[in-house]
């Protein structure tokens, strides 16, 4: 370690966290507007649910090429590029006249978000002692939590009184003074560099692996399963095998699965992989809970969603600071366990229910996606050798990503699979969120199966979370 690394820790950490703000009100902007897109450009759910997974899945398919790249060449002009790139995307995806013309730009724009998130933990891991890390990330996941809080209120206002391109628009000057910032503030700052060969034919294959079960999940909705889809799901399974050959025999794996050997970073990154998909498409079927089952405006969902980014702020760098002393398995499986409640709450709403159950529910899940987040990141950087930070990094983003993907492809599915063909039809194939009041009982009826089905799904991260060794000295074999 470079001892003037120490010295520009909090220059990192301003430069990380804008990039985190950055994302964080991007996604959640981008869900809040699901609804008003969908009707602006004659869009139906399943493309909206493409522009929030496409983003996602090149994001996941380009973290660990780009992490390898941060590696061997330097993470601080990569993550600099990936403002720019994450810019022009924005930019591109508010010039948008369809559906799928928003889902190509996002793609572009989820290019970007990987240069950013491929090297951020890398960045906090090489600038912070060990003994900090868990402070560092909490730190961090405050922008989520920032984010979290002005999304809503930012977007809502600009929905309602500039129209949707704008939530893309704002994108650009943060991003561009963004760049300039971390320019100046990162000089000086030493990077560990590995130079190794990029294993192309393994992000290939993982990435067709993952595409090809998204596509047969989003094309069985309505029409059930079909010998498209299992063929798609086969092809996945080959493609996934093949994967796993070509990393057993690349000198230079994409996946060092020799890290998995580490029983704190298999535990880990596996509930960082279940927790994302057990929670991530929650935000997704509240807004639409709000909106189109409740009849809130866009601003009035937009306040109403506060609670859970608000809670997860706070409580964040109190889950960093209890894993510095303690380790992260008391704090992550608390905040696990804290999200299972919560979404047994959420479960519970119903078209008469108040606003006041759903704040409930929306305040416990943030309460434990802080408790979560920083102690169970701070354990998987940890437990990484120096050097291999951004490959490392990497693969726990890869996983998450993939997760998160999955996670909204398997609540529509699982919420489709609980309603009428004809109300499946008129809300996930349809371009017209003001249905009847049957149809939205059934979303709320196919909404509790999908958050069922996320509760079995966190009481399987809780138990990884829980399972998790010690904390020691990594060991790259």
């Not at 799928?100 to 998130?117: C, E, K, N, T, Y």
């Amino acid at each position: 370690m470079h001892p003037q690394n120490y010295s520009k820790r909090w220059d990192v950490i301003s430069v990380t966290t804008l990039g985190s703000l950055m994302t964080a009100i991007d996604s959640t902007i981008v869900i809040l507007g699901i609804p008003v897109i969908m009707q602006a450009i004659h869009a139906d759910m399943i493309e909206m649910a493409w522009v929030i997974m496409g983003y996602i899945l090149m994001s996941t398919s380009l973290v660990l090429t780009i992490g390898r790249i941060g590696d061997s060449y330097g993470r601080i002009r990569v993550y600099e590029a990936g403002f720019l790139v994450f810019v022009l995307g924005s930019a591109l995806s508010g010039l948008s006249q369809t559906g799928w013309q928003l889902v190509v730009f996002r793609l572009l724009q989820g290019s970007g978000g990987a240069m950013m998130i491929g090297n951020s933990f890398a960045l906090i891991s090489e600038a912070f002692p060990e003994n900090e890390r868990g402070k560092a990330f909490g730190i961090n996941s405050i922008a989520w939590g920032i984010g979290g809080v002005v999304a809503p209120v930012l977007g809502g206002v600009i929905i309602t009184y500039l129209g949707w391109r704008y939530i893309f628009y704002v994108n650009v000057p943060i991003g561009l003074f963004a760049v300039l910032w971390a320019r100046f503030r990162l000089r000086g700052f030493t990077e560990t560099k590995r130079k190794e060969d990029f294993d192309f034919a393994g992000a290939a294959l993982f990435t067709a692996s993952v595409s090809l079960v998204l596509i047969a999940i989003m094309a069985s909705i309505g029409v059930g399963i079909s010998v498209i889809d299992v063929s798609s799901v086969v092809l996945s399974m080959m493609a996934f095998l093949a994967f796993l050959v070509v990393e057993r025999r690349s000198v230079h794996p994409l996946f060092r699965f020799s890290m998995f050997r580490d029983r704190v970073y298999a535990a880990s990154t596996t509930a960082a992989f279940l927790q994302s998909v057990a929670m991530y498409a929650i935000m997704f079927l509240v807004i639409f809970y709000l909106e189109a089952a409740k009849g809130y405006s866009i601003l009035e969902s937009s306040i109403l969603l506060i609670p859970m980014p608000l809670f997860s702020s706070l409580v964040a760098p109190l889950g960093g600071l209890i894993s510095d002393r303690i380790g992260a398995r008391v704090p992550a499986t608390a905040g696990i366990a804290l999200q299972g409640v919560a979404l047994c709450m959420l479960s519970a709403l119903t078209l008469n229910s108040s606003y006041a159950a759903v704040a409930a529910g929306l305040a416990v899940m943030g309460v434990g996606s802080g408790l979560f987040f920083s102690p169970n990141t701070s354990a998987v950087m940890s437990s990484i050798p120096r050097g291999y930070y951004g490959v490392g990094s990497g693969m726990m983003t890869t996983l998450r990503n993939t997760g998160q993907a999955i996670s909204i492809a398997l609540a529509i599915a699982v919420a489709a699979a609980s309603m009428p063909l004809d109300a499946v039809f008129a809300l996930f194939l349809g371009t017209n969120v003001s249905l009847s009041a049957s149809f939205m009982t059934a979303y709320v009826e196919g909404m509790d199966s999908a958050l069922r089905f996320s509760i079995a799904l966190a009481a399987l991260a809780g138990f990884a979370s829980l399972v998790r060794g010690r904390q020691g000295t990594p060991v790259l074999r």
